[in-house]
T-cell receptor, first 114, second 113 residues
Framework: NAGVTQTPKFQVLKTGQSMTLQCAQD?????MYWYRQDPGMGLRLIYY???????DKGEVPNGYNVSRLNKREFSLRLESAAPSQTSVYFC?????????????FGPGTRLTVT | GNSVTQMEGPVTLSEEAFLTINCTYT??????LFWYVQYPGEGLQLLLK?????DKGSNKGFEATYRKETTSFHLEKGSVQVSDSAVYFC????????????FGTGTRLLVSP
């Protein structure tokens, strides 16, 4: 099993450009998450999908959209990138989303917006 | 609201030294508590967890005890190795409905030979 995979690993965008970060899991998990990691701030939840067909906002959703394409895939889209979105983005998945549950993380995408 | 406070790093130790990384929390209800570890260039991995007061989580020589009276979940290891160098995150999840994690800011551990 590959676990949680993310593409791309690195990306540089200019302000105003758009892009989609891809995430896939092969563990048949129901719930998936997108986080951003910034220095001195830990991980913050952007959006999550409790189950296929549902998505909900997390702590910092502004400037992002998500799509739960199927049970395996959960993408994050930046429509008009801003320098404040420079960060490392992590996708995670968990079996059911309810207590008790372990989240499994992908390797991350390092995004720089100039 | 729910929050996690960790000691600032980096924590620099020599191999075989004793490690403590402090973590305290504020939560509504009765949370589950977690320690995640992030090795360089990788995503986070669950290190250990505790789901109720006085539970002790342990893994790979690391331990943490859920202390409700002091709202703490300090991470300890008796003898660190160079391979333990990583960033350690304390996190909580409130046990109602959909489980969302709240992370601390992370503590970087550097272990020298």
């Amino acid at each position: 099993n590959a676990g949680v995979t993310q593409t791309p690993k690195f990306q540089v965008l200019k302000t105003g450009q758009s892009m989609t970060l891809q995430c896939a899991q092969d563990m048949n998990h129901n719930s998936m998450y997108w986080y951003r990691q910034d220095p001195g701030m830990g991980l913050r939840l952007i959006y999550y999908s409790a189950s296929e067909g549902t998505t909900d906002k997390g702590e910092v959703p502004n400037g992002y959209n998500v799509s739960r394409l199927n049970k395996r895939e959960f993408s994050l889209r930046l429509e008009s990138a801003a320098p404040s979105q420079t960060s490392v983005y992590f996708c995670a998945s968990s079996e059911r989303g309810s207590f008790p549950d372990e989240q499994y993380f992908g390797p991350g995408t390092r995004l720089t917006v100039t | 609201g729910n929050s996690v406070t960790q000691m600032e790093g980096p924590v620099t130790l020599s191999e075989e030294a004793f490690l403590t990384i402090n973590c305290t929390y504020t939560a509504t209800g009765y949370p589950s508590l977690f320690w995640y570890v992030q090795y360089p260039g990788e995503g986070l991995q669950l290190l250990l967890k505790a789901t109720k007061a006085d539970d002790k989580g342990s893994n790979k020589g690391f331990e943490a005890t859920y202390r409700k009276e002091t709202t703490s979940f300090h991470l300890e290891k008796g003898s660190v190795q160079v391979s333990d160098s990583a960033v350690y995150f304390c996190a909580l999840a409130v046990n109602t409905g959909f489980q969302k994690l709240v992370f601390g800011t992370g503590t970087r551990l550097l272990v020298s030979p």
